[in-house]
């Protein structure tokens, strides 16, 4: 009987053991299926995410080529920009020259000319002064000769001769 307890027992054990196999299995099978069903959740949302990105990322490359296009053209102005400032600081250069090269032949040009006036100032100086001289020297001599006839005319009378 012993025996017949022990293999009742046994079955009892066998049968208790495997309702608490069957009951693990269902309940590990349970969260297996919860967990499959929450990764095959976050899966779907990555692989939606990642559509996402890609779409993103195609679409801020066409913007960087789009860009990238535009940064090349204003490269290509600036150049052209650049060059024809080079062309213009050159050619002010050369008209800054000019000007400050007719700017000092102007200033020996009006030193000229000054210095013109002012010899011609000095010959009309020179000119009034011997106008002045000569018409003085004419009355001199006028005055002279007046005082020399007056003397012949002055002598002629005392020496008895008649005055003409």
Same mark, same amino acid.
């Given at each position: !009987? %012993?025996?017949?307890a022990r293999v009742r027992m046994?079955?009892?054990l066998n049968? !208790?053991?495997q309702t608490l196999l069957d009951q693990l299995m269902e309940e590990g099978q349970e969260v297996i299926?919860?967990?499959?069903?929450?990764?095959d959740l976050q899966r779907a949302a990555l692989e939606?995410?990642?559509?996402?990105l890609r779409s993103e990322l195609a679409s801020a490359q066409r913007n960087s080529a789009t860009q990238q296009a535009a940064i090349e053209t204003q490269n290509t102005e600036l150049a052209t920009t650049q060059s024809s400032l080079q062309?213009? %600081?050159?050619?002010n250069a050369g008209l800054s020259q000019r000007c400050t090269d007719l700017e000092s032949l102007v200033a020996e040009k009006d030193k000229h000319i000054q210095s013109l006036e002012e010899k011609h100032v000095q010959a009309l100086e020179r000119s009034s002064t011997i106008g002045r001289r000569r018409r003085n020297s004419e009355i001199r001599i006028n005055a002279s000769t007046s005082l020399n006839c007056m003397r012949c005319k002055l002598s002629s009378a005392s020496c008895g001769r008649p005055s003409p």
């Amino acid at each position: !009987m %012993l025996a017949a307890a022990r293999v009742r027992m046994g079955d009892t054990l066998n049968g !208790m053991v495997q309702t608490l196999l069957d009951q693990l299995m269902e309940e590990g099978q349970e969260v297996i299926s919860q967990a499959t069903a929450a990764f095959d959740l976050q899966r779907a949302a990555l692989e939606n995410q990642i559509i996402e990105l890609r779409s993103e990322l195609a679409s801020a490359q066409r913007n960087s080529a789009t860009q990238q296009a535009a940064i090349e053209t204003q490269n290509t102005e600036l150049a052209t920009t650049q060059s024809s400032l080079q062309t213009e %600081l050159t050619r002010n250069a050369g008209l800054s020259q000019r000007c400050t090269d007719l700017e000092s032949l102007v200033a020996e040009k009006d030193k000229h000319i000054q210095s013109l006036e002012e010899k011609h100032v000095q010959a009309l100086e020179r000119s009034s002064t011997i106008g002045r001289r000569r018409r003085n020297s004419e009355i001199r001599i006028n005055a002279s000769t007046s005082l020399n006839c007056m003397r012949c005319k002055l002598s002629s009378a005392s020496c008895g001769r008649p005055s003409p």
